[in-house]
């Protein structure tokens, strides 16, 4: 699947979204480099992940959501909307940030890491909570700028934001 996406330069560029690579653009007479083109592009999924995890976090820590969702084939079927839209946004940021992070494929041992290093377990202390909340904004910062000086983050209210919501770290 590829993406018009804004490269750090103010141009369009036409990315591949699973892997990230720029398959078309130039940045004045030279062809922009893969590290900011898919950075910006890791950093604009990011954000747009962080409001629904917000607007759904209480859905995503519900104990009974997350037994029926391991549910073989019927599991998508018993959960609350609330619960697919934290758990869609849960894995976007998830793989961006591996996938800019190592680039390689993502191992299960890798996704389950960063789930518990981002998100609410079960049993976690609102201390805690905070805590994962502020290392997934250090860690959509630190992909922004990778992206290059020149990099805006997507307008909000895209196909996945909340209707309403605002830039992620503006606050």
């Known amino acids: ?9 103010g141009r369009p560029y036409v990315v591949n ?25 890791y950093a604009d999924r990011m954000r747009n992940s962080e409001p629904i995890i917000l607007q ?12 029926l969702a391991t549910v073989p084939l019927l599991g998508n079927h018993l959960v609350t909307k609330e619960f697919q ?12 940030t591996l996938r800019r992070e190592s680039g390689a494929v993502i191992s299960n041992d890798e996704f389950d890491n960063a789930n518990k290093q981002y998100f609410p377990q079960s049993g976690d202390a609102p201390e805690v909570l905070k805590q994962k909340e ?4 250090i860690a959509i910062e630190g992909i922004s700028r990778a992206a ?12 996945q934001a909340p209707s309403g919501s605002s830039p992620l770290l503006d606050e």
């Open 56 to 67: 759904n976090s209480v859905a995503g820590q519900d104990f009974g959501n997350k037994t």
């Open 148 to 159: 290059g000086p020149s990099y805006k983050p997507a307008t909000a209210g895209g196909p």
């Open 134 to 137: 502020v290392n997934r904004k």
């Open 1 to 9: 699947v590829q993406k018009m996406v804004i490269g750090p330069d």
């Open 17 to 41: 979204v699973a892997t990230g690579q720029v398959m078309s653009g130039s940045a004045g007479n030279k062809p922009i480099t893969d590290t900011p083109a898919t950075s910006a592009l």
């Open 85 to 96: 839209q934290y758990d869609q946004a849960r894995r976007d940021f998830i793989n961006a």
